[in-house]
Structure formats: structure tokens, C-alpha cells
């Protein structure tokens, strides 16, 4: 099973409307944290959001947010008001204790979704 | 504020020849690693570090080298480049191996093997 799956390789989404990217995960470890990344054009790797397993609160940072449902294994994340800035590939990644079955270092990325904001 | 610094941005190759991809980042972290970005692939972890003189191998190891002889520096080297090897590389730190922060990444090298 993938560890992290991202069921939407792309989308078109008109600039101002909320968009949410999707993202399932698969562990056993009880301590583990998501990242949600943006990769524009250009090529560079952008943090976005972070939420850790035991965060009670669903994290947000400006206008992202992370809809965080443990027992769905969900961590979908959340853009109000979406710009043409936004347009970008976006990656969530999943962070376990190394050697507890994701990534040799722990970190494990999905396949990423290709969001194009329309104006 | 330099973060992450990956030298070259691009750089092509012809099969069979070496290079050395250059990655240094001034956060004083103890995590380096190595990725590579294909389309559809996601990034997929090649070597990674965990402190000077500390290397192991991520899960497409095979065609590269590393080491990491202080805990700024973590080049990677192709030993004799293979068109399979043309992709995006991307080094990225961390605090430590263990650490909830987010990884910071450079810029990426983009490399074409012909």
C-alpha cells in the first residue's frame, strides 16, 4: 500500500474559490507528523503547513489550513481565497520514526497535485 | 539568510562522464539529504546523512555516491552517468533525523545525461 496517496494529479479551480487538495496516509506509529509543500514553476520547494499526530487543533498558517481527520488517516489541505500565485504543484509528505516501514529516513513523499488557478 | 545552497542549477552531461552535485547549508543541522524528481515519481530519497562522517543509503542508492566530511557540506557524486539518471536533484536538511521541523531544501539542480 502507498503510504502517502494523492488522488488528484490535477485540477482547475477559478481564481478567489477555496480549493482542497486531498491526501490519505497509511501508518502504524502512533507518532508521526504531515507536511504539505509548494513547488511553483521555478522549481523550488516551499513549506507550507505542518500538523503532528497527537495536535489537537487542525493546523492553519495565513490562508492554508490542514483538515486533519486521524481516524480517516486524512490530511487535506485547504486554501481560502485561492490567487494565480497559487498555481503550483503541491506534495504532502508524512514523517514516521525511522524504520517503522515509510521512507529509510522516515520521510515519505506522495506523487503530488498540479493546481492551476483560472482568473 | 543562504538556508540551503545546491551548485549547479543546470548542468548536461554525456554518458559515462563524473560529476560532483554541491550542497552546503548554514543552519547547523545534522540531517542532510538527497532526493531526485522525475515526473509522476514524486521525490525519492537517494542518500541521506545524519551527521559528519554518517551516511546510508535512501531507496534509489544505486549510480551515486555521497559523503559528508563536515556537517555543512553533503556532495553527491555520479560515477559514470546514465541517461536514467537525467532528473531534478534536490538536497534538503533538517534539524536531526528525528526532528518534527519541516526540511528546508535548495533551489534543486536540473541535469540532463545525453
Known amino acids: 500500500a502507498q503510504k502517502i496517496t494523492q488522488t488528484q494529479p490535477g485540477m482547475f479551480v477559478q481564481e478567489k474559490e477555496a480549493v482542497t487538495l486531498d491526501c490519505t496516509y497509511d501508518t502504524s506509529d502512533p507518532s508521526y507528523g504531515l507536511f504539505w509543500y509548494k513547488q511553483p514553476s521555478s522549481g523550488e520547494m516551499i513549506f507550507l503547513i505542518y500538523q503532528g499526530s497527537y495536535d489537537q487543533q487542525n493546523a492553519t498558517e495565513g490562508r492554508y489550513s490542514l483538515n486533519f481527520q486521524k481516524a480517516r488517516k486524512s490530511a487535506n489541505l485547504v486554501i481560502s481565497a485561492s490567487q494565480l500565485g497559487d498555481s503550483a504543484m503541491y506534495f504532502c509528505a508524512m514523517r514516521e520514526t525511522p524504520g517503522s516501514g515509510g521512507g529509510a529516513d522516515g520521510l515519505t513523499f506522495g506523487k503530488g497535485t498540479h493546481l492551476i488557478i483560472q482568473p | ?114
Open chain 2, 1 to 114: 539568510n543562504a538556508g540551503v545552497t545546491q551548485t549547479p542549477k543546470f548542468q548536461v552531461l554525456k554518458t559515462g562522464q563524473s560529476m560532483t552535485l554541491q550542497c552546503a547549508q548554514d543552519m547547523n543541522h545534522e540531517y542532510m539529504s538527497w532526493y531526485r524528481q522525475d515526473p509522476g515519481m514524486g521525490l525519492r530519497l537517494i542518500h541521506y546523512s545524519v551527521g559528519a562522517g554518517i551516511t546510508d543509503q535512501g531507496e534509489v542508492p544505486n549510480g551515486y555516491n555521497v559523503s559528508r566530511s563536515t556537517t555543512e557540506d553533503f556532495p553527491l557524486r555520479l560515477l559514470s552517468a546514465a541517461p536514467s539518471q537525467t532528473s531534478v536533484y534536490f538536497c534538503a536538511s533538517r534539524t536531526d533525523l528525528y526532528s518534527n521541523q519541516p526540511q528546508h531544501f535548495g533551489d534543486g539542480t536540473r541535469l540532463s545525461i545525453l
